[in-house]
C-alpha cells in the first residue's frame, strides 16, 4: 500500500483503460442497444474496479450539438493489470469489436484526481509524480440543470482555443448522456503543454474562476494520467496528422 492509500483509504488502480471504437452510421441502433446493455456487464468483468460506457463529440463545441454516433467509449479502472490485458476477450470487449470498423486503446497511470463520479472517486488518491511523455486530461461534470444554459454559453470561446493549444495530440468529448453529462477527453504532448492550457490561457482561466461562482456542477472531477501506451487506430482518436 502506498503513503497515499494509507492516509486516504482510497487504493490507486493499477491501470486505466481508455478503449474507442469508430462505428459504421448504420450501426447507430445496434450501438444504442449495447449502450443499455453493457455498463452492467462491464462493471462485473473481473478485475473491473469502476466502468463507463460514454457517448463522444467531435470535440468541436463540447456542447449538445456536437455529439458524435459513429464514436463511443468506455473508461475502465482496473485493480489488476493482467485482466485488463484481456479486454478484448470478454463480453463486452468481444461485442463492441464486432460492432465497431476501428479501434484504439490507450493504457494510464493516473497522477492527480479530484473530485467524484457518480458518487465515488474511481482513481483513488494518485500520489502525483512527474512524467516526461505525453499526459491525458479527463474533466467529467454533472450539470445543474438550471446552470447549463450559461455553462453552454461560456464553453465555445475555450473550445475555439483549444483546437490550436500548442502540444495538442487529441481531444474529443465525452458523456454518459447527450445533455446533463459533460465530460472532455485532451492528450497532450508534455504536461507543460496541458498547463500552460489550463492556467495560462485567459479563456480557461475564466471558465475556471467562474466555476464556484456560477455552480455548474452538481457533480465533477478532473484527472490527469501518464500516457502508458496508445494501441490500434490513433485516428479514432482525432490524433493530430503526422504526430
Given at each position: 500500500m502506498t503513503p497515499a492509500e494509507r492516509r486516504t483509504g482510497r487504493p490507486v488502480p493499477e491501470l486505466v483503460t481508455l478503449h474507442?471504437?469508430?462505428?459504421?452510421?448504420?450501426?447507430?441502433?445496434?450501438?444504442?442497444?449495447?449502450?443499455?446493455?453493457?455498463?452492467?456487464?462491464?462493471?462485473?468483468?473481473?478485475?473491473?474496479?469502476?466502468?463507463?460506457?460514454?457517448?463522444?463529440?467531435?470535440?468541436?463545441?463540447?456542447?449538445?450539438?456536437?455529439?458524435d454516433p459513429t464514436r463511443w467509449a468506455a473508461l475502465v479502472v482496473w485493480d489488476d493489470p493482467t485482466a485488463a490485458a484481456a479486454f478484448d476477450a470478454t463480453p463486452v470487449g468481444r461485442a463492441w469489436a464486432r460492432l465497431g470498423s476501428a479501434a484504439a486503446r490507450v493504457d494510464l497511470r493516473p497522477l492527480t484526481s479530484r473530485g467524484r463520479w457518480s458518487g465515488v472517486e474511481p482513481f483513488g488518491d494518485p500520489p502525483g509524480g512527474r512524467t516526461d511523455g505525453p499526459v491525458l486530461a479527463l474533466t467529467r461534470a454533472r450539470l445543474?440543470?438550471?446552470?447549463?444554459?450559461?455553462?453552454?454559453?461560456?464553453?465555445?470561446?475555450?473550445?475555439?482555443?483549444?483546437?490550436?493549444?500548442?502540444?495538442?495530440?487529441?481531444?474529443?468529448?465525452?458523456?454518459?448522456?447527450?445533455?446533463?453529462?459533460?465530460?472532455?477527453?485532451?492528450?497532450?504532448?508534455?504536461p507543460a503543454d496541458l498547463v500552460n492550457f489550463a492556467y495560462r490561457r485567459p479563456e480557461h482561466r475564466a471558465a475556471i474562476d467562474r466555476t464556484p461562482v456560477e455552480r455548474w456542477y452538481a457533480e465533477e472531477l478532473f484527472a490527469r494520467f501518464a500516457v502508458l501506451d496508445v494501441t490500434g487506430d490513433?485516428?479514432?482518436?482525432?490524433?493530430?496528422?503526422?504526430?
Open positions: 474507442v471504437w469508430r462505428t459504421p452510421r448504420a450501426a447507430l441502433p445496434r450501438a444504442l442497444l449495447r449502450m443499455a446493455l453493457d455498463p452492467r456487464r462491464l462493471r462485473a468483468t473481473p478485475g473491473v474496479r469502476f466502468g463507463k460506457l460514454l457517448g463522444t463529440g467531435t470535440g468541436t463545441t463540447f456542447g449538445p450539438t456536437d455529439a445543474r440543470p438550471a446552470r447549463a444554459a450559461t455553462f453552454w454559453r461560456a464553453i465555445p470561446p475555450v473550445a475555439a482555443h483549444l483546437a490550436t493549444a500548442p502540444g495538442l495530440l487529441a481531444r474529443f468529448g465525452v458523456g454518459e448522456a447527450p445533455l446533463g453529462w459533460q465530460g472532455t477527453v485532451s492528450v497532450w504532448r508534455t490513433r485516428g479514432v482518436l482525432g490524433w493530430a496528422p503526422g504526430v
